[in-house]
């Protein structure tokens, strides 16, 4: 917690005092995951730091749902902190650069030509917030082809003339006192058959009969892509999450509304599922 000393003269005395205290914490703040479609779906954004959050500050804390279908995921966001949903994956029936997000979806194309391009990880963040789509060559004639997801670590595989792209891999987090892995780029698929989603939660591209793979929830990541026509075979893009902690040791000067709150070791963490407003109250010692 963060007191800052006042100095003044009232009426001739030198008044001394305590005032606009504040708090330091932590944050994650992921977007929700795009959808996959022939391409995977790239994952949302995922952006970490630190900040002071002064007494009597409330704003909304926005968790970002996941796409469906040719798709994007919702952007979320956490004061200042808006991390973007990722790309949706796009069609195959012709070519198709990928689609901009967190992290860019992956690049769709069918048969010959020149090679389409994966979406960009847009708005650029520093540091970034994720990564760029795979690109789609030139295909064999007849096969439908497509990048994977970009994700929160890696950006996603290109495809080759007859083989998916793979999805990117996501990026770790330990904020809430474990080592986990967010944000994972959707595999692709090719003629039927997938690549991998990227670590993190990254669905696989579709393997007939199995369906594309869904995106994790609250993981932020891409929905893998598909083959066969059909908004019932995509993977859904897993929707976002944000975190706050702070250290247990100022916790009682401080209350925090909204989320579910809970100890772990040496911190309070806040966690966010859903949208909530979210007040924080923080008294002098």
Not at 227 to 252: D, F, L
Request: net charge positive; no cysteine.
């Amino acid at each position: 917690m963060t007191l800052r000393w006042d100095q003044r003269n009232k009426t001739g005395v030198l008044v001394k005092n305590w005032f606009n205290p504040s708090v330091d914490i932590e944050y994650l703040v992921i977007g929700g995951g795009g959808g996959g479609y022939n391409s995977g779906g790239g994952a949302g954004g995922f952006r970490s730091g630190t900040m002071t959050l002064a007494a009597g500050k409330s704003f909304s804390v926005v968790v970002g749902a996941g796409g469906a279908l040719d798709t994007s995921g919702s952007d979320s966001s956490f004061e200042t902190i808006t991390s973007t949903g990722g790309g949706g994956g796009v069609a195959s029936a012709t070519a198709i650069n990928g689609r901009t997000g967190g992290s860019g979806g992956g690049a769709s194309r069918q048969g010959a030509g020149s090679t389409v391009t994966g979406g960009a990880s847009s708005p650029v963040t520093s540091p970034v917030q994720g990564f760029n789509g795979g690109d789609a060559p030139s295909a064999n004639p007849g096969v439908n082809i497509g990048g994977g997801g970009g994700g929160a670590g890696a950006v996603g595989g290109n495809s080759t003339a007859s083989v998916a792209g793979s999805g990117g891999n996501g990026a770790s987090s330990s904020i809430t006192g474990t080592a986990v892995t967010y944000a994972g780029g959707g595999g692709s698929t090719a003629n039927g058959v997938g690549a991998a989603g990227g670590s993190g939660g990254g669905g696989a591209g579709e393997t007939t009969p199995t369906l594309g793979g869904k995106g994790t929830q609250n993981t932020g990541s891409g929905g893998g892509g598909i083959y066969s026509s059909g908004a019932n075979n995509a993977g859904a893009g897993g929707s976002g999450v944000v975190y706050m902690r702070y250290p247990i040791g100022v916790s009682k000067n401080i209350t925090v509304s909204g989320g579910v709150q809970s100890t772990i070791t040496g911190y309070v963490l806040h966690t966010f599922t859903q949208t909530a407003s979210v007040t924080v109250s923080v008294s002098a010692v």
